[in-house]
């Protein structure tokens, strides 16, 4: 029976909306919100936040959530390596601080890549969501991600991916959900890889994973909800409240 945790990586200094996490919807902060829904999905053996900032750590323990002070990080993965290398656990869900919506179904799909994977032939899955509005395609800010036929990355671009040539085929778009399910030693053997060209020019973790020829396995969910990237998306996430 694997032990499944759920950490949340949390910056302050964000690079597009710093302090993002602190800003509040309805009578609570991001970060709270989102560790909270996290718990209450009943998925996990435990629900921590990982952060370097003293005003996130207060902010989760003072509201009775399980906090954990790391180092810098460029990324979220790295920061979450470094706080579960002495937790016991099996699998890691990297839940993204910015999406206070998430739902446990989502969630619940990617726990389920690793009980049915017996071979244990998977040691990263994440999530995708179809995109229809040409705005939304389009936009740097939403990461698309093509795959092959057995729902494997073939890669994650904030360009358009696949570009739309023959415009008789009717294409699909998905976007990528930051979500990420690991198993622990693929999670610490990542953060041990030093970065290469195609995650230091897109400023994209998850393609780390690819140039060094490791694979994800992506689900698709039809979850809606809101990323918390810009003040604009903060707007949309007061209104959908």
Do not use: W
């Amino acid at each position: 029976m694997n032990k499944v945790i759920a950490v949340i990586p949390a910056r302050y200094n964000s690079t597009r909306f710093p302090g993002k996490l602190m800003e509040v919807l309805r009578d609570k902060t991001i970060i709270t919100t989102t560790y909270q829904n996290v718990v209450e999905t009943g998925l996990f053996d435990e629900v921590f936040v990982a952060t370097d900032s003293e005003l996130i750590f207060d902010e989760i323990s003072k509201n009775g959530g399980k906090a954990v002070m790391t180092g810098e990080h460029e990324t979220g993965s790295d920061r979450i390596a470094e706080a579960v290398q002495d937790i016991d656990c099996d699998i890691v869900i990297n839940v993204q601080g910015d999406e206070p919506f998430l739902k446990k179904d989502p969630l619940k799909q990617l726990i389920d890549v690793f009980s049915n994977d017996e071979k244990k032939e998977i040691s990263l899955a994440s999530l995708k969501i179809q995109l229809k509005e040409a705005e939304e395609i389009k936009s740097p800010n939403n990461v698309k991600v093509i795959t092959d036929r057995d729902g494997f990355a073939l890669y994650f671009s904030r360009s358009v991916i696949p570009f739309h040539r023959e415009l008789a085929f009717d294409v699909k778009y998905y976007k990528h959900i930051g979500v990420y399910a690991f198993r622990k030693e693929a999670l610490l053997a990542f953060s041990k890889l030093p970065m290469l060209p195609l995650e230091t020019s897109e400023k994209l973790e998850q393609l780390r994973y690819l140039e060094y020829g490791k694979r994800i396995k992506m689900i698709e969910t039809d979850f809606v909800g809101v990323g918390i990237d810009t003040p604009e998306d903060l707007k949309k996430a007061k209104q959908l409240i």
